[in-house]
């Protein structure tokens, strides 16, 4: 297992250099590029263009320049922002990536939830009117044009309604007397949930060694789940941060709807077919063989193997979730990776826009990474 | 000696877009306690088809439209699913014809047949289904270490023992074996049969084996049943059948088939088309391919008699064919 995780690593890391080239690259094949925006005025008289392209180091050869950067990267010296004048690059992402990874967390984790559960039971009850109106409302959200939508749901939600916020990341009349920023809360929500999370997790661990019976493994899962989020709960309940941290959550709502919307419907379909594949194969007329409650043989036998091609999926789909997500950010005013990608783009902020898309790219490849391990831990068969 | 199955004209129909598909059309046969039978017929004769109606694991489009499955004196068709489940691997196991496939992948060997322990005795720790596991290996000749392996970690043979395990792990009184062997060569084929066979005279267990290979079942089987086109055709003790075969059909499953430890006979195959069991007609299914169909054999169906003492078949004309065979022998 170590092995092959570390063999994952290292074809990241190998993919990551690849991908900083291009992106290096190709700012500088760009018309326009940082050469020709620094040496555009026609009154500089050249000696100062030299001095100008000396300071910056772009009067090296470009293999220098490229190993410079890459350098650069990887001590997190990413220069500093035009738009955001002198605040560095990095500490503008290190504020942001958080923002994108919890919204892209939350969207995932619902929207997998949602399509697993769904496309098995449609694959396992088949012929139900069910099966057709979720077939065709996940092919029309599968094909529906992101933005599209997000109008939508912005009509529907924020102007017809009127329930929901439509843009902000937060409400700024609530925060205006406050001494603290948005991000300390931001980061202690992050905190909170993984905490969450990580207790969710030993639990998990710690069902699987304590009993070998489904229904206390369940009981041990369950109450540490109820417990840790009810502790949660409570902390922020009776700080006084809670009212801020709701403020951020409840504007976080239509974003991760949309990220979801359009992610569920290929989980849900993949997992449709997979599953209706997987319960024509002989092991799971076995399980029926050996007298195993249906919901067994469905959950523990068919959908258990079944989900395997629809991480696949998700792993493929996963830049298609990534663009769709610049497109949500932006236009739900989430001031995440996306936003901060696609603005510091139009303002020709360089640093800022090769940063964000350097980032972006790491994240996706981490998560691609995560998605591997657990694909390992799912399937034996690639674990050695 | 009492019967642990007794299958009592037995209907079992596929329907498909071309029309019914009367896959086991009034099969009946008794296994006693203790006794092991063979099924035999030619590919798509309906063998699954019966084995699978009596485990209730039927195909969407598959209904038993017909018949008792009364398993010890219990008419199963008509239990309730959940009544039926207790029934299945406590009662009824099997071996299945695809042995290769049954196992799931994601899970270890050992943990699926702890499984099926713990799902039919609820008392039994994990401790205990594990140390089953462990004795039910050494008997089927595997190391009980290989248990925490998964499937794609064992050969083809080490798959097949796990799932012979694995049908004995609840004790059931019947095991289904479906061409337990099929997909290994015949050297390790036959060894296994040997030792299932053991293993069931040693556990007094009733067994059904399933083949189209009439010689392996000889091997084993105490009581022989041979089925054609949906139907028994002639069913007797080991010994009747082949001393003394009364149906043209069991004759020419003999001849085309070479016998393992073969004083070679010349393989004669059975002429004409295998039967197409999509609206089967009303006349002998055999005629089309029997050398002694008479008019009769092509205007009704014959009845399935008992011609003498624990043999019956199902032929006009089962005379004839002795006195055909004791000509040429
Ligand atoms: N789900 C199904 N729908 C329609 N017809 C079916 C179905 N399953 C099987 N059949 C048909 O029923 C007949 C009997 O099939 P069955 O699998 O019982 O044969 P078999 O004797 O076990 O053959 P084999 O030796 O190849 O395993 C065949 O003609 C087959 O085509
Ligand atoms: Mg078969």
């Known amino acids: ?193 993984s905490l969450v999370g990580a207790a969710m997790l030993a639990a998990f661990a710690v069902a699987r060694k304590v009993s070998h019976k489904v229904k206390t493994r369940k009981i041990i899962f369950y109450t540490a789940t109820a417990i840790s989020s009810a502790f949660a709960v409570f902390w922020w309940a009776v700080s006084p941060y809670g009212i801020y941290g709701a403020d951020i959550l409840w504007h976080m709502v239509l974003p991760v709807l949309t990220v979801a919307v359009v992610s569920y419907a290929g989980t849900m379909l993949v997992m449709r077919d997979s599953m209706l594949e997987t319960i024509k194969e002989d092991f799971i007329t076995t399980a029926r063989a050996k007298g195993l409650p249906d919901k067994v043989v469905r959950d523990k036998h068919a959908a258990r193997t079944a989900m395997l091609p629809v991480i696949t999926n998700f792993v493929l789909s996963m830049g298609f979730v990534v663009s769709g997500g610049v497109i949500t950010e932006s236009l739900f005013s989430w001031p995440g990776m996306g936003m901060t990608l696609l603005n510091a783009t139009l303002g020709k902020d360089y640093p800022l826009a090769s940063g964000a898309l350097i980032f972006t790219g790491i994240f996706v490849l981490f998560a691609h990474l995560v998605v591997d391990i657990i694909y390992a831990f799912l399937d034996p068969r690639i674990r050695y | 000696m009492s019967a642990v199955l007794e299958v009592k004209d037995l209907k079992m129909y596929y329907s498909t877009k071309q029309g019914m598909v009367k896959a086991a059309d009034g099969i009946s046969f008794t296994v006693n306690q203790g006794e092991s039978m063979g099924l ?50 406590a009662g009824i196991a099997m071996i299945f014809q695809a042995a290769m496939n049954s196992l799931n992948p994601v899970y270890r060997v050992g943990d699926q047949i702890i499984e099926a322990i713990l799902a039919h005795e609820p008392d039994v720790t994990f401790e205990e289904a594990r140390e089953r596991v462990a004795e039910l290996y050494k008997l089927v000749g595997l190391d009980p270490k290989r248990m925490d392996n998964y499937p794609h970690e064992y050969s083809g043979g080490m798959k097949q023992r796990a799932v012979i395990a694995m049908s004995l792990a609840c004790n059931p009184d019947l095991i289904i074996a479906d061409e337990p062997t099929t997909a290994l060569d015949v050297i390790v084929q036959d060894m296994i049969l040997k030792e299932l066979s053991k293993i069931q005279k040693k556990l007094n267990m009733s067994m059904i084996y399933i083949s189209h290979d009439i010689a392996v079942i000889a091997e084993v089987a105490e009581k022989i049943a041979i089925m054609y086109s949906g139907k028994i055709v002639e069913l007797s003790d080991a010994v009747t059948i082949f001393k003394k075969p009364a149906h043209p059909y069991t004759v020419g499953l003999m001849s085309s088939f070479p016998s393992i430890h073969g004083e070679k006979k010349k393989l004669v195959t059975i002429p004409g088309e295998p039967p197409n069991l999509l609206n089967a007609p009303d006349h002998c299914r055999f005629a089309p391919r029997c050398p002694f169909a008479t008019k009769e054999c092509w205007e009704k169906t014959p009845p399935y008699e008992e011609i003498e003492p624990n043999h019956y078949v199902a032929c006009f004309h089962p005379q004839n064919l002795r006195k055909q065979v004791s000509i040429n022998g």
């Open chain 1, 1 to 193: 297992m170590l092995k092959y995780v570390g063999k994952r690593l290292i074809q990241i890391l190998i993919l990551l250099v690849i991908y900083i080239a291009v992106i290096f690259f190709l700012l500088h094949a760009m018309p326009g590029g940082i050469k020709a925006m620094l040496t555009m005025n026609p009154n500089l008289t050249p000696q100062a263009r030299e001095a100008i392209l000396h300071a910056f180091g772009l009067d090296k050869s470009l293999w220098i320049q490229f190993l410079t950067y890459l350098k650069n990267v990887f001590t997190l010296n990413l220069g500093i922002s035009f738009s955001f004048y002198p605040t560095p690059v990095w500490n503008i992402i290190a504020e942001r990536l958080p923002r994108t990874i919890l919204l892209f967390t939350t969207a995932t984790l619902v929207s997998f939830f949602i399509g697993f559960s769904s496309g098995k039971s449609l694959a396992w009850k088949r012929g139900k009117a069910s099966e057709y109106v979720a077939t065709v409302i996940g092919v029309i959200t599968y094909t529906v044009f992101t933005p599209l939508l997000i109008f939508v749901f912005i009509w529907f939600f924020g102007a017809y309604l009127g329930i929901m916020p439509i843009n902000q990341f937060l409400n700024p009349d609530l925060w205006l007397k406050t001494n603290f920023t948005a991000q300390t809360i931001f980061l202690y929500l992050l905190l909170t949930i």
């Open chain 2, 40 to 89: 035999v017929g030619e590919s798509g004769c309906g063998k699954t088809s019966v084995s699978m109606s009596i485990m209730r694991l039927l195909a969407e489009n598959a209904k038993i439209v017909g018949g008792q499955i009364l398993f010890k004196g219990q008419d199963i068709v008509k239990l309730k699913e959940e009544e039926m489940n207790k029934i299945r691997w």
